[in-house]
């Protein structure tokens, strides 16, 4: 199969997102590290952020080598599986860790630099935190294109069973990252938030020292942590979601457009890929308009992100119009469209987002006065405020999906086979189209644990109050867009998850074709897996709601999310009650910490996070791959896709809602510390510690790996959609 000229710009915006991502990356290193204070604390952050990644990967490496050794038994031994499917895998995990590796060695490098430029002016500090963010988004989407355009030209060398063979192939490449990423989120949050807790609860609420304060032991742990989780975590997460969203569209368009010509069907397979090109460089010219004045305010500073990320959108949905036409795909107009559907639900997501969790707004703020009244009050009107922001992000996927479903297929009410496929191919492209600004969305993102440790920088090396205001409005920003990102995520993961059931079901045909399983149409007659359309094949399987199996499934799907929260959350508290213990041991047993005349032992704090983070992170991990694996074989593949939608509908929700009153807590906090109510060492001050205390797994560790979860489920089902097809 010739590929088209077009498809070589792919593999040059990946060389030309890396290439920008090392020149941002000198760049910042050019920077001052401040004064031998400042570089003193950035290196214990750096090698503590390091020394845990490397451990990290030691147990990850684990687990793959055991994933690998079954799929390879799955190909060569049970021949179920496609040959390429272990090194596929395996690369999709390499690159989703290198991505949170390179992410978070910027970002340490980057805190103490921050800092300094803060001393200077806030534009300062701002352009450094963001063009070191910058870095994490533009290696995210660089790499990620990069091992695409390799996989995509490898198999059309290699396999020769044609394009819907060679996109569910390079699909299972996202399980590989989907793994990783899933392993990065719950470990680094388990880690950074059992630091957090434990510095809050002993140094903030007992003993009444400022956050950050270098005389609190698990100070150094929790900028550790910052990395760990919200860097290298969240590098690894998007990363997945950025490939997967590509991937099951390719898949979708592959099986959408087979009954055209190879012309046709290779065009359809290579447009999110090249949208997802298009968006690099338009990424770049965003990130360049970034840039604030002294004294802004947060919605100044809000404002002046917003243009870098608007204005990005804008150009792709303009940018996509002509990739279609150019591409010569039939109904070019309309599937922009759904392209752009996706990019307003992305904006609409972030915004709704940036309402409930961002202190200039009312929701936040009354989570703030309701500290004057207790710890009680603050918690419950948080979990208010987060049940509450779920209608948005909701009620704008749905809408999202019926407007991308309807755009692709000419709102075709007949349903029919070809009919389910185009409009599964719209939903697929408009999760293309919210991810396709990834390279400045995500320096939005990354940019907000920077802020974060650059204020632990400057408490710790006594830099004055001026710096520290603007490094706290830093933070406080940094808080809404993480809050966004996440948000952000979270949309773009249930959009792709919902391709990704498509491509399930054209993975189980491909295995069934494997296995020489023959099947019956709607008329009863026997046909070969290949030849059979959706309606067939959920006639076929009983694909319905009067279906126990679907049922089941359901259940199940949305009893993991819980589950899968319960577990991490737990995780934390045990982890975070070890740091509280270690901590109060300090202040009772080494005299003068809290005097400032004796040195904190860092070391014990960071140690207990690390070593609470690779245990506890094993069993959730794990047993999100092993349900679907479960279900396939007990329940077959009616209960599966019953499972990947109860999980995809509850999982998105309890998603949004932890990550959104984990925000808004967090932001509560902050809004009291700037003087409001009292300000700090205020009754409602440490009420809204605690309110901050408990919102930090809600949106550091168990929200965001939820939107990990619902696609590695996914991601799991299609790849062992060859072992299912054996119960059949």
Known sequence: MIIPNVFWLVPIASIVALGMAFFFFRQMMGEDEGTPRMREIALYVRKGAMAYLKQQYKVVGIVFVVLCILFAFMAYGLHVQNPWVPFAFLTGGFFSGLAGFFGMKTATYASARTANAARKSLNAGLKVAFRSGAVMGLTVVGLGLLDIAIWFVVLNYFDADGLISITTTMLTFGMGASTQALFARVGGGIYTKAADVGADI????????????????????DNVGDNV?????????????????????????????AATSVDIQLKAVIAPMLIAAVGVFLSLFGIFLVRTKEGATMRDLLKSLSLGTNVSAVLIAVATFAILYLLGIENWMWLSCSVITGLVAGVIIGQATEYYTSHSYKPTQKISEAGLTG????????IGTGMISTCIPVITIGVAIILSFGFANGFDLSMSSQSLANGLYGIGIAAVGMLSTLGITLATDAYGPIADNAGGNAEMSELGEEVRQRTDALDALGNTTAATGKGFAIGSAALTALALLASYIEEIKIAMQRAGVMMENVKGELIEASEANIPDFM??????????????GAFIGGMASFLFCGLTMEAVGRAAQKMVEEVRRQFREIAGILDGKATPDYGSCVEISTRAAQHEMIFPSLLAIAIPIIVGCVLGVAGVLGLLVGGLTCGFTLAVFMANAGGAWDNAKKMVEEGHFGGKGSFAHKATIVGDTVGDPFKDTSGPSLNILIKLMSMVSIVMAGLTVLFI
């Open 375 to 382: 710890s009680a009050t603050v918690i419950i009107k948080g």
């Open 539 to 552: 006639n076929y399987f009983q694909v319905n709601l009067m279906n126990p199996k679907v049922l089941v």
């Open 229 to 257: 989780g919200d860097v290298a975590g969240m590098g690894a997460d998007l990363y997945e979601s950025y490939c997967g969203s590509v991937l099951s569209t390719a898949a979708l368009g592959a099986a959408a457009f």
């Open 202 to 221: 002993v140094g903030k609420v007992e003993a009444d020292i400022p956050e950050d304060d270098p005389r609190n032991p698990a100070t150094i742990a």
